[in-house]
């Protein structure tokens, strides 16, 4: 028994002083703080940081090279919780999403002929541009779909991509895989988009799709906030004005313009509040509101749009929330 | 000595340890997918398997059997084998920090891997002279990183071939190692 | 042909289908009602308009100016007014800037620029000039800008001038008719190049499917006494430049290098009689011989066509279309550019238009890759076409790199013999563009 403990424990003693030894000569430095914040790292080496996986931007961000905030699949959480281990402060960075500007579906924009190649967008853009008619647009062989880490993206029956929003995580791998160059990142509140990229005019757009923007400018003429802004025949929508209210949408003449949001209210007028200051019934573009001055004003439910620039102005916080207002949202395929 | 060069190709081709008898499956499956770590691995195994052989045969012969302590022979084998590796992981994170972090866990498993324990046993168990051990263990070792090597080239070829989803990953992993495992049932006939 | 060269590795024997135009002389095409002339007819960065709406111009008169070094200038074929100048369909699919000039129909012509009295001694900085000038660009289809082909750096030294009159691609005889009616003009274009360089003796390379080409070319060679006509095996893609540089001269062009590395300089015979009558009469290029060609066409004609005449023009010219066509091809069955109209101009590399009925086009869904290897056997720049396909597809670019994605001239020898349909050629260019972003740093 004796001699079995003895061995035993020789043996124990004489490799715990070679290695005791060896970890002397073979000194490695490691920052211990990598393994901490590859462990709150999402882990899905997408590269939306800038580096080529998480354990790379460990290791950037224990050499202090990265800023915290870099990783946006993670977010704000995995900000803070990066920014604890380093002990410095993290800066929110706001959720942007993938947009697809292409409406342009197997219905409404057709190809040139058969293709029968490679089935990769970035492959089938070579042969003449891509087997679409409209040289702008989506040519839904799924070569977004197929690079997202996410599986956020996916072309559906239609032939055009359609993001999901839950699942999106704005890492951008898609923007720069689309050869037309159609994804763009948003802000997460921008849900109103122009599905069209087509810069061209009137007929030259009809000719080749019957959802593109043709140019008309009724929505530049329409929006409540001055958020249209036209590039040459191509509208635009500029994210910083935009409310998403939704109403380029609706005079929009083909339907280039996708409406994500599901639910808005009418406005209304709590008429103790309301000093009749006139402020509303001003910048309501629809002309929804109605009053004399001083006295309480009311808002027109039937023109309502829902826009809510009229709660914006109140001064005294007097307009709130009144009926659903219910418009199907319009995506870019029927 | 021609009896030393039989027990050489024997361990290396015809009773390979990976591919006859199917020990150390975990690293060959795990670093094989491409050459480069494939390579790397095998000279950490090398160097263990040679190293852990040789001690153990000091530890059995010298210490373990005169004092009738057949029986402590698993747990002594297992620390000794453990120290080496333990030694080998600081050796290539000092020498090369890419392979250490290429081959990652796989490296402190090898403490684990069946093949070198199982190596050090076999030597016992055929009550190997000092030279064989050597001659076996280097053997074991080179057959050990053959199949490796050999594996890992057919794995870089599959890896940009059109798979069937049903077999896409291990599946066909295991599929071909079990081809060369046939195919190096041939070498069978080869020493009697 | 007794003696007749051909090069080492690989290619590839498509049936030639010649001889639906190859006897037939080359005939003037009646001038359409407009022209579309693209102002990007070349590699390079496109030409700058110099005309607008309304503007009137005369046949040979510039309406668009180079761009930078590797750029071409181009000229009105005809005389005309200016209907717009816009995007405009284009044979590479996709619009492109253009100059759309309404046919006045009295083809007048402005003051051609001033011949050279001595052709093939003039100083070579002066005749570069006129070429670019001239709008000249390589007319085998590369459209290359030839002013540029024909400056190589001054640390390469050329010694070998070699005109490719191999016409290798099926159905096409554009260079074979100009070869057989005016083997002056392009021997005494061979003559002004050799002058550039100072040297005394050039080749031409001619498949031996045209007799009666090597026959004219020979004779105007010997009168020149600084010719050689080689007679060439026919073998696709003998025509490629690389391939006819190792035919003739045993000279390997090196991987990532282009033939002025192994001291040559290649020009297709149409560009020679082209750079001849920049130089002997002063007139720019703006027009060339178009083979209108296949089963899908009434009449095959050899067209001598002005550039910016629609393709819809010719087919016309040529009976029109003989039922519904399958597919529309400008240039050769091997490397041409599949059209999906026929409102798309004739540019200035433009050898052929073929139009095959719907009976003639074979084509699948890509099948899995057999390992067959048939690939790897055509391949003329010896490649691994389904490496390399395999590799890019499994996203690995720096391989593809390895295994010589750049050194693939597209000939498409090894999507004409895959069984199994795989887009070799397609997965090849899309590896190269993928090379090149990661060379560049992408």
Known sequence: ?334 | MAELGLLFVSSVLVNNFVLSRFLGICPFLGVSKRTETAVGMSLAVLFVMTVSSVVTWFIQRLVLGPLGLEYLQTIAFILVIAALVQLVEMVVQYTSPALHQALGIFLPLITTNCAVLGLAVLNVQKGHSFVQTVVFSVGAALGFGLALVLFSGIRERVAVADVPRPFQGTAIALVTAGLLSLAFMGFAGLVK | MRGARTFRRGGVHPPEEKHHTAGKPVEGAPLPERLVVPLSQHIGAPARPLVKKGDRVLGGQAIGEPVGFVSAPVHAPTSGKVRRVEPAPHPLGTPQPAVEIEVDGEDAWGEPMEPFDDPFGADPEAVRSRIQAAGIVGMGGATFPTHVKLSPPPELSIDTVILNGAECEPYLTADHRLMVEAPGAVIKGLGVILGLFGLERGYIGVEENKPDAIEALEREARASGFAEVVPLKVKYPQGAEKQLIQTITGREVPSGALPMAVGAVVQNVGTAAAIWEAVSRGRPLVERVVTVTGAGVREPRNLLVRVGTPVGHLVALCGGLAGEPGKVILGGPMMGLTQHTLDVPAIKGTSGVLVLPREAVRTAPEGPCIRCGRCVEACPMGLSPTTLRALIHADLVAEADEWGALDCIECGSCSFVCPAFVALVQSIRYAKGRVMALRRGG
Do not use: W
């Open chain 1, 1 to 334: 028994m004796i001699e079995a403990v003895v061995v035993l424990g020789g043996l124990g003693l004489v490799a715990a002083l070679g290695l005791s030894l060896a970890s002397l000569r073979f000194r490695v430095e490691v920052d211990p703080r990598v393994e901490a914040i590859e462990a709150v790292l999402p882990g899905a080496n997408c590269g939306a940081c800038g580096y080529a996986g998480c354990s790379a931007f460990a290791r950037a961000l224990a050499g202090g090279e990265a800023p915290p905030n870099a990783c946006i699949p993670g977010g704000p959480e995995v900000a803070r919780a990066v920014a604890e281990i380093l002990g410095v402060e993290a800066a929110d960075v706001a959720r942007r999403l993938a947009v697809v500007h292409c409406g342009g579906t197997r219905d409404a924009a057709p190809d040139k002929g058969i293709y029968q190649g490679v089935p990769d967008c970035r492959a089938a853009v070579l042969v003449g541009g891509g087997p679409k008619l409209c040289p702008y647009g989506c040519l839904g062989l799924g070569t977004c779909e197929r690079v997202c880490p996410f599986h956020a993206i996916r072309v559906g029956p239609d032939g055009i991509p359609r993001v999901d929003r839950q699942r999106c995580t704005g890492c951008g791998k898609c923007v720069g895989t689309c050869p037309k160059e159609l994804i763009e990142l948003l802000p997460e509140d921008n849900r109103v988009h122009v599905r069209c990229a087509n810069p061209l005019r009137g007929k030259a757009v009809g000719a080749v799709c019957s959802r593109g923007c043709i140019g008309c400018r009724r929505c530049e003429k329409a929006c409540p906030f001055g958020a249209m802004a036209m590039d040459g025949a191509l509208a635009r929508i500029d994210p910083a004005p935009c409310t998403s209210c939704g109403v380029c949408a609706t005079v929009c003449p083909t339907g280039a313009i996708e409406d994500l949001v599901e639910v808005r209210y009418r406005a209304r007028i709590d008429a103790e509040a309301c000093i009749g200051c006139t402020k509303c019934a001003r910048v309501c573009p629809v002309d929804a509101i109605s009053g004399e001055k001083k006295k309480p004003h009311a808002v027109d439910p039937d023109r309502c749009v829902g826009c809510g620039r009229c709660a914006g102005e109140c001064p005294k916080g007097a307009i709130g929330r009144g009926e659903l207002l219910v418009r199907a949202p319009r995506e870019a395929a029927g």
